[in-house]
């Protein structure tokens, strides 16, 4: 059983930057991939940024240029860079595992940005 444990979410000016950390643990095999999503209050939980197993990344139109996803496999933990952060940014963003048909959640760290 795969736990995802995120961290690094609080609330920052519009402008500003965090950065979250997905740590995980219990991992017996490597991922496909790894990737952010965030979820808004009455939306739809979309996708933020995908690394995959190769090291490529890849990013949702709304993030790219703002935002950069990484990772240290020798922490098994994966990264989110955000910065020019902006008030629509706001949400929770959840930390994803996945291999093939297994798909792994975090709980999820509150982002609020404020205009």
């Known amino acids: 059983q795969v736990q995802l444990v995120e961290s690094g979410g609080g609330l920052v000016q519009a402008g500003g930057s965090l950065r979250l950390s997905c740590a995980a643990s219990g991992i017996i095999f490597n991922p496909n991939s790894m990737a952010w999503y965030r979820q808004a209050p009455g939306k739809q939980r979309e996708l933020v940024a995908r690394?995959?197993?190769?090291?490529?990344?890849n990013y949702a139109d709304f993030v790219k240029g703002r935002f950069t996803i990484s990772r240290d496999n020798a922490k098994n933990t994966v990264y989110l860079q955000m910065n020019s952060l902006k008030p629509e940014d706001t949400a929770v963003y959840y930390c994803?595992?996945?291999?093939?048909?297994?798909?792994?959640w975090g709980q999820g760290t509150q982002v609020t940005v404020s205009s």
């Open positions: 690394i995959i197993s190769g090291g490529a990344t």
């Open positions: 994803n595992w996945n291999r093939y048909a297994y798909n792994y």
